[in-house]
């Protein structure tokens, strides 16, 4: 299921961020990005309460219930594809009067892998067994606290969105590149401000950095494959930084007047990594050829 649930976002979601850049006057586009990513991190709130709410249903009859909003979601967005028709118009060629990314769109890629796998330690289920276990909190409970944690950081995200329309794209990219690069060091540290700063800080860089990214390969001639390019690397990146949480997450804790997860502090070369490529990113870099 999970599979197949995976290959058939993969199909929808980028369509739906290409869709929605496209049809965005530039000016607010990545705050008009943001929304969408805000409105998706409020049904997660809504899918945590759900899934608390609705434990005694059974696997079963949650999975009709999630099942029935998977099919409501496809057809607004099938309806919203027939209204939005005329104005979809996919960049086939490269002109030297239209829009040009204001940042380097490599660069954009690779700082989007480097964030996507430090920030898988905040999604999937992995995530509910280290702060349930780390915290000693019951599963309906780490629903509840994580679902707020994504909503509030997706809410405050749109203020940076916000400056990066009317101020500079560069800045808030190294802005985030820094809280998500050592977001997991203070995750790693088991008390329950440092756990839920550090989720909190990594889902607000990357809900921030999201709409960015957008914006910018927007711009870019082949707009269509940039974005659909952004999710298929986030995608494998969050993938292969889950399956590094997992299977460090048997190398257990040290301590060194606090107690540390060592499965976190594997993520430190990778922030590393993210924290310099974010030092490079300069406004109205020369784009090259993907």
């Given at each position: 299921i999970k599979l197949l649930n995976g290959f058939l976002n993969g199909i929808?979601?980028?369509?739906?961020?290409?869709?929605?850049?496209?049809?965005?006057?530039?000016?607010?586009r990545a705050r008009v990005?943001?929304?969408?990513?805000?409105?998706?991190?409020m049904a997660s709130l809504l899918g945590n309460y759900v899934y608390a709410y609705t434990v005694?249903?059974?696997?079963?009859?949650?999975?009709?219930?999630?099942?029935?909003?998977f099919v409501l979601t496809g057809l607004i967005m099938l309806l919203s594809y027939c209204l939005l028709f005329d104005l979809i118009t996919p960049r086939k060629k490269k002109t030297t009067d239209g829009e040009r990314p204001s940042l380097n769109p490599r660069r954009v890629l690779t700082i989007a892998s480097l964030m996507a796998v430090i920030v898988a330690f905040t999604s999937g289920e992995i995530t509910y067994v280290y702060v349930s276990e780390a915290l000693g909190l019951s599963k309906e409970r780490t629903?509840?606290?994580?679902?707020?944690?994504?909503?509030?950081?997706?809410?405050?995200?749109?203020?940076?969105?916000?400056?990066?329309?009317?101020?500079?794209?560069?800045?808030?990219?190294?802005?985030?590149?820094?809280?998500?690069?050592?977001?997991?060091i203070l995750?790693?540290?088991?008390?329950?401000?440092?756990?839920?700063?550090?989720?909190?800080?990594?889902?607000?860089?990357f809900q921030s950095f999201r709409p960015i990214s957008r914006k910018v390969l927007a711009s870019y001639h082949r707009s269509s494959l940039a974005i659909?390019?952004?999710?298929?690397?986030?995608?494998?990146?969050?993938f292969i930084g889950g399956m590094l949480f997992g299977l460090a997450y048997s190398l257990g804790e040290?301590?060194?007047?606090?107690?540390?997860?060592?499965?976190?502090?594997?993520?430190?070369?990778?922030?590393?990594?993210?924290?310099?490529?974010?030092?490079?990113?300069?406004?109205?870099?020369?784009?090259?050829?993907?």
């Open positions: 929808s979601w980028p369509m739906a961020q290409f869709v929605l850049a496209v049809t965005t006057p530039k000016e607010i990005t943001a929304v969408y990513f805000f409105f998706g991190s005694g249903l059974g696997l079963a009859g949650q999975m009709w219930i999630s099942s029935a909003f629903a509840v606290l994580l679902g707020w944690t994504g909503f509030l950081s997706a809410l405050l995200s749109y203020f940076v969105s916000w400056l990066a329309d009317v101020r500079s794209e560069a800045k808030m990219v190294k802005l985030t590149a820094l809280l998500a690069g050592v977001s997991p995750a790693s540290i088991k008390t329950a401000p440092t756990v839920f700063l550090g989720i909190f800080l990594a889902l607000f860089a659909g390019g952004v999710n298929a690397v986030q995608n494998l990146s969050t040290v301590h060194l007047g606090l107690t540390l997860n060592l499965a976190l502090l594997a993520f430190l070369p990778f922030s590393i990594g993210l924290i310099i490529e974010g030092t490079r990113v300069k406004d109205s870099e020369r784009p090259k050829l993907l």
